[in-house]
């Protein structure tokens, strides 16, 4: 959803009924798991069902209001507001809960239970087929890359990254795993899994890391989807030989940004096209069938010319190559970005 169109909701009074016409139309059992979710709160102090909390979270996102404050703006606290969301809970309310009551209750969700909700929004879209438009040649493409939320002078709760720079310093970084369904210009959680230490982590203990936490995400994601085939985009951070092996074993497909990370890989590539390229398009260059340990896929090169700036993209893939599609394929390593620029907002 881009701004202008968000604006124009925002216009729109009766935004919330329709945001319900369409959640009950689609997800018909979302607003029921919100209310059967586990409540840890002291049920003497209870004022809002579980339910009413999660609306009044849900409803102002949908709207584009992303911060918790936004909820006690005048933006969304409104009367029209007020009156629809007692409708749809079910629970006569005089005022919106406080992002801050929210807040508590968010603090001690269970992360099962949030899964669950994440795999039956994800499994009924795609049971819809409204989504089946955007697979490539019968893979959904997911995209996978690791964020900082936040860096911290403590250790906050005692499992944060720790970073030290060249001058010394210490900082203690919040990082997150995000693993998002690309369906056209629209970008769809899929799974996401803090990367963070054990509590007392000693000297000789490694820290957690991406790719470690991506081994585990994979797990769960071919035990959620165990017949889905997908097609896994990510950084070079995975161009190696334990994420392509990951891949194999799912029988899913992948395409990784190649660099020097990869240095014998990546030089062998570029003297082999200085004299074959097995593609005949223009600023398009491939090796088919690289061998590369236990491992064969294919190298991809484009070079892209802008305002007299020229960039050159590097992928490699098990998809099959070929003049036909190598464009297809550059535009779908190239939706990396999406993560980015839409999934991180």
Known sequence: MNRKTRRELKKDKNLIKELYSIIVKYLSKLLTMFNNLTDTRHQSYVTYSMKTIYVTRLFPLLCGLTTMTD?????????TCIKNISKICNQNLSELPYWETIQDVFMNIKTSELRDIQKYI????????????????????IVVDGTGLSNHSYNLNDNCIKKKYKDGKIAYCKY?????LIVGNIVISLDSEWIENAE???????????????????KRIKKKYPKQKFIITADALYC??????????????????????????????NDYIECFNDCS????????????????????????????????????????????NIKKIVCLGRNRWKIENQGFL
């Open 281 to 324: 398009i223009e600023n398009y260059f491939l090796d088919n069938n690289y061998k590369y340990k236990n491992h064969k896929f294919n190298i991809i090169k484009f070079t892209e010319s802008k305002k007299k700036k020229t960039t050159n993209f590097h992928y490699i893939t098990n998809l099959k190559v070929t003049n036909n």
């Open 240 to 269: 190696t030989s334990p994420m392509i092996c990951i891949c194999k074993e799912n029988h899913w497909k992948y395409i990784f940004n190649l660099n020097d990370r990869l240095r014998t890989v990546f030089k062998g590539f």
């Open 122 to 141: 994800v499994k009924t879209l795609i049971r819809s087929k409204m989504f089946d438009r955007y697979k490539y040649d019968g893979y959904f493409q």
């Open 71 to 79: 909820i006690s703006t005048d933006t969304f606290n409104t009367d």
């Open 200 to 218: 007392n982590l000693n000297e000789n203990q490694k820290q957690d890391c991406e790719t470690k936490v991506f081994e585990r995400m994979a």
């Open 176 to 180: 997150v795993l995000e693993c998002k």
